[in-house]
């Protein structure tokens, strides 16, 4: 699978728009982008994933680049509970699809 | 729907000291996995399983740890005998249907080994 690239840490007003960033430029053509969340104590929480087409439901967007290469999870409307790592991951099918988790961008959201 | 439960939340043992970990996975999912969390990295795949059958234990340390999922449904992950850095966290998470669908975890278990 391949490897993704995440800002180590990130600071977001809450009620404004989170924007994480992910690289991820040896990503394949099967390969998902797919993206996670661990709260503090608690164990990590899905997100969203995607091909290639942009993706949105009730949590967050993801909006991948045109060649794929890079990505940006969006939490529109951030709040205190937003505060976490988010890992980005690179995903791909079959028996080696492996969820392989970085160190992640630890995001604060702040008064 | 209930989540995975996993018990205890935290266990402190000295070192030499054997421990086992439980974890019940979400009704009706049939892939199950531990990972391993140290402090400031993600998580680790030990093992995954499909129904009862471990498919992908090959990050598993054997010499120490063992897991085992009887009748494909609950499953336990043990450590005998401990050492100081298996200090971590044990993550369980559950999958409906193989590799490709969501993976859903647990609370974890704390372990400190002293």
């Known amino acids: 699978d391949a490897k993704t690239t995440q800002p180590t840490s990130m600071d977001c007003a809450e009620g404004r728009a989170a924007n994480l960033p992910c690289n991820h430029s040896t990503i394949s053509g099967n390969e998902y982008v797919y993206w996670y969340r661990q709260i503090h104590s608690q164990g990590p929480q899905y997100i969203i994933h995607?091909?290639?087409n942009n993706e949105t439901n009730e949590m967050a967007s993801l909006i991948i680049t045109e060649d794929r290469k890079s990505s940006t999870l969006i939490l529109p409307h951030a709040t205190l509970r937003d505060t976490a790592v988010y890992y980005c991951?690179?995903?791909?099918?079959?028996?080696?699809?492996?969820?392989?988790f970085g160190t992640g961008t630890r995001l604060q959201v702040t008064l | 729907e209930a989540g995975v439960v996993q018990s205890p939340r935290y266990k402190i043992i000295e070192k030499k000291q054997p421990v086992a970990f439980w974890c019940n996975p979400i009704s009706g999912h049939n892939t199950l996995y531990w990972y391993l969390q140290n402090l400031g990295q993600g998580p680790e795949l030990l093992i995954r399983y499909e129904n009862e059958e471990a498919v992908d234990d090959s990050q598993l340390p054997k010499d120490r740890f063992s897991a085992e999922r009887l009748k494909g449904v609950d499953s336990t992950l043990k450590i005998q005998p401990a050492e100081l850095g298996d200090s971590a966290v044990y993550l369980c998470?559950?999958?409906?249907?193989?590799?490709?669908?969501?993976?859903?975890f647990g609370p974890g278990t704390r372990l400190l080994v002293l």
């Open positions: 995607g091909l290639k």
């Open positions: 991951i690179v995903r791909g099918t079959g028996t080696a699809s492996k969820l392989t």
């Open positions: 998470a559950s999958s409906p249907v193989g590799l490709t669908e969501t993976q859903y």
